[in-house]
């Protein structure tokens, strides 16, 4: 596609439970850059990589996240053992050194 | 760490209005302000942006203005058409490739007919 595409759009799960998004950045894009955005806020920095290394991970919120891009391409943000305040909607973005392309997010809800 | 400040955080006006959007931020290290317009369900795009040795930049009905020794950019939108409306980030960095960007709250704007 012509974008950044994220998947699943929606994600509900259970407390506790382990979920895992999925980013698909546009072809050819090396940086690639993971934020969270809480309802009402403005997003904040996860994670960034440019192709498959991990260049920045400070913005994790805690060990439960854990994000990988293992062929510089496709990522995956991964939270283990998800907890209420995890709930937010998480957007990807690529680029190729200039401006950000962000996908339309997967909102995640924890109960 | 930086912190980017935005106002107003809700703001309404007629269409055809101009509508004024500003931001400080508090790290002088910052050379980078982008400024994205998110709509519903949608994620963050591009409207604009301006580097640190530029005092203004204009894209048709769309401004942004920088002053570094104040630390605080402002966007500019004249002549406002209902479909502005959306909700509008300023976004601050200290690599003007746009990593690590610091986003402002938020201004949910509103055009009315």
């Known amino acids: 596609g012509a974008g950044v595409s994220q998947s699943p759009r929606y994600k509900v799960a259970k407390r506790g439970q382990d979920v895992a998004l999925r980013c698909d950045p546009i072809?050819?894009?090396?940086?690639l850059f993971w934020y969270q955005q809480a309802l009402g806020q403005g997003p904040e920095f996860l994670t960034y990589?440019?192709?498959?290394?991990?260049?920045?991970k400070s913005g994790l919120p805690s060990d439960r996240f854990f994000a990988e891009r293992p062929e510089g391409s496709v990522s995956t943000l991964k939270i283990q053992r998800t907890q209420q305040e995890d709930s937010a909607v998480y957007l990807c973005?690529?680029?190729?050194?200039?401006?950000?392309?962000f996908g339309e997010g997967s909102r995640l809800t924890v109960l | 760490g930086e912190n980017v400040e935005q106002h107003p955080s809700t703001l309404s006006v007629q269409e055809g209005d101009s509508a004024v959007i500003k931001c400080t931020y508090s790290?002088?290290?910052?050379?980078?302000f982008p400024w994205y317009k998110q709509e519903l369900g949608k994620g963050p795009q591009l409207i604009i942006d301006?580097?640190?040795?530029?005092g203004e930049k204009k894209d048709q009905r769309i401004a942004v203005t920088l002053n570094k020794t104040a630390k605080h950019f402002s966007l500019h939108i004249t002549e406002t058409q209902p479909e502005d409306s959306a909700v509008y980030f300023c976004?601050?960095?200290?690599?003007?490739?746009?990593?690590?960007?610091?986003f402002g709250k938020g201004t949910s704007l509103l055009v009315t007919p």
């Open positions: 973005a690529s680029s190729r050194g200039g401006e950000l392309f």
């Open positions: 072809s050819g894009h090396v940086s």
């Open positions: 990589f440019q192709n498959e290394a991990q260049l920045d």
């Open positions: 790290d002088s290290a910052s050379n980078y």
């Open positions: 301006i580097r640190s040795n530029v």
């Open positions: 976004a601050a960095s200290m690599d003007n490739s746009g990593y690590a960007l610091n």
